[in-house]
């Protein structure tokens, strides 16, 4: 059986539309915490940790089963990483930043089986046409989905941000937070066989 390591409603889904059985699992990890006790690390580096300590963080209580976890931020030119926001006004006034800007999504991967630990990081990079800050509050307002108010706009179809995107390049499902070309390649990895 495949585990997702995740409570995030886009990896389900994309895990559901990939065909393969999974079932969902989740231990919480202090996600900031372990970014700033390691300050002088690479995004790169921070979401393959990050992918890590969920990974582990499940794998005892499924130890033959094959354990997914991603985690996934941006990073706009200026170095400044794009997290979960708490308020409507944050996402808005980060959303701002993003306006004709290129971001890097990076996306870390952990999998877990066994005791055998793959990982993978991917980057891909997310354009964003110009637009105004009543643009962004009028798609916020017209897109309430809360589980979708995270610092970036978002690219993905249901996401307040979708038609602002002006291009996307590399991996789109890695953008999205699972990139399943990688998933794919680790599952014969770790010798999975679909039953």
């Given at each position: 059986m495949i585990i997702l390591a995740s409570n995030s409603d886009l990896r389900r889904m994309i895990m559901e539309l990939?065909?393969?059985?999974?079932?969902?699992?989740?231990?919480?990890?202090?996600?900031?915490g372990i970014e700033d006790q390691n300050p002088d690390k690479s995004a790169e580096e921070i979401v393959t940790m990050l992918a890590i300590a969920k990974a582990q963080a499940v794998?005892?209580?499924?130890?033959d089963d094959v354990v997914v976890a991603a985690d996934t931020f941006a990073v706009l030119p200026n170095g400044q990483r794009l997290h979960k926001t708490k308020t409507f006004e944050e996402s808005v006034q980060l959303s701002?930043?993003?306006?004709?800007?290129?971001?890097?999504?990076?996306t870390g991967m952990a999998m877990v089986r066994r005791g055998e630990l793959l990982t993978n990081s991917i980057i891909a990079q997310v354009t964003y046409a110009h637009f105004d800050e009543a643009t962004?509050?009028?798609?916020?307002?017209i897109n309430q989905t809360p589980k979708r108010r995270n610092a970036a706009l978002g690219f993905f179809a249901d996401a307040p941000g979708f038609t602002l995107?002006?291009?996307?390049?590399?991996?789109?499902?890695g953008a999205m937070g699972l990139p399943m070309e990688i998933v794919r390649a680790n599952l014969e990895r770790l010798d999975y066989r679909q039953s």
């Open positions: 990939s065909g393969l059985p999974f079932k969902m699992a989740v231990r919480e990890i202090d996600e900031r794998a005892s209580d499924f130890p701002m930043q993003q306006s004709g800007k290129t971001m890097e999504v990076h962004v509050r009028h798609l916020f307002q995107v002006e291009k996307i390049e590399g991996s789109y499902l």
